[in-house]
T-cell receptor, first 115, second 113 residues
Framework: QKEVEQDPGPLSVPEGAIVSLNCTYS??????FMWYRQYSRKGPELLMY????GNKEDGRFTAQVDKSSKYISLFIRDSQPSDSATYLC???????????????FGSGTRLSIRP | EAQVTQNPRYLITVTGKKLTVTCSQN?????MSWYRQDPGLGLRQIYY???????DKGDVPEGYKVSRKEKRNFPLILESPSPNQTSLYFC????????????FGPGTRLTVT
């Protein structure tokens, strides 16, 4: 079983829709959870991060972590064509982000927003 | 401009011919890392380094070597490349106080024939 599972998509929604992207993970030691966005032919860039369970909001984006079910989500409200990209969830393993750390990425979900 | 640079961006080589992909960052970051990205498998960590002369294996270190002699540079070495190392490679760096925010380079597309 992979440590982080993510539906690869592709996911296609109309402009203005609410998008829900999800990951599950198996390692209870994960404490820091990140979402990265990757445009075609570019390196990933950090979109949001959260620590432990709960919600975090940043503009149209909300990251949600449920540690009891080992489930993390990213919600995009009022989706725009510029949101079309691959979204990767990531977790920090062993020691937390401030010490020697492996970082585990999901396989990414490809999202397309139709104008 | 704060950035991570990788060279070369594209490389086609033959099995067994040693190669090095360079990575350099100008943000004085302690943490640097190499990943490979393959369809359906996502980003997988090859090696990472917490600081100069401190390196550790990620999930897929076989067939790769790294060194960290200077803080800004973290080259990836393939001593004897094989076709299964054909992939898109990314270098990344971050500060240890904000390790969740990694800055990625533009990627190196490697083809081994």
């Amino acid at each position: 079983q992979k440590e982080v599972e993510q539906d690869p998509g592709p996911l296609s929604v109309p402009e203005g829709a609410i998008v829900s992207l999800n990951c599950t993970y198996s390692n209870s030691a994960f404490q820091y959870f990140m979402w990265y966005r990757q445009y075609s032919r570019k390196g990933p860039e950090l979109l949001m991060y959260t620590y432990s369970s709960g919600n975090k909001e940043d503009g149209r984006f909300t990251a949600q972590v449920d540690k009891s079910s080992k489930y993390i989500s990213l919600f995009i409200r009022d989706s725009q064509p510029s949101d079309s990209a691959t979204y990767l969830c990531a977790q920090v393993a062993q020691g937390g982000y401030s010490s020697a750390s492996k970082i585990i990425f999901g396989s990414g979900t490809r999202l397309s927003i139709r104008p | 401009e704060a950035q991570v640079t990788q060279n070369p961006r594209y490389l086609i080589t033959v099995t067994g011919k040693k190669l090095t992909v360079t990575c350099s960052q100008n943000m004085n970051h302690e943490y640097m890392s190499w990943y490979r990205q393959d369809p359906g498998l996502g980003l997988r960590q090859i090696y990472y380094s917490m600081n100069v002369e401190v390196t550790d294996k990620g999930d897929v270190p076989e067939g790769y070597k790294v060194s960290r002699k200077e803080k800004r540079n973290f080259p990836l070495i393939l001593e004897s490349p094989s076709p299964n190392q054909t992939s898109l490679y990314f270098c990344a760096s971050s500060s240890t106080t904000e390790g969740y925010e990694q800055y990625f380079g533009p990627g190196t597309r490697l083809t081994v024939t």
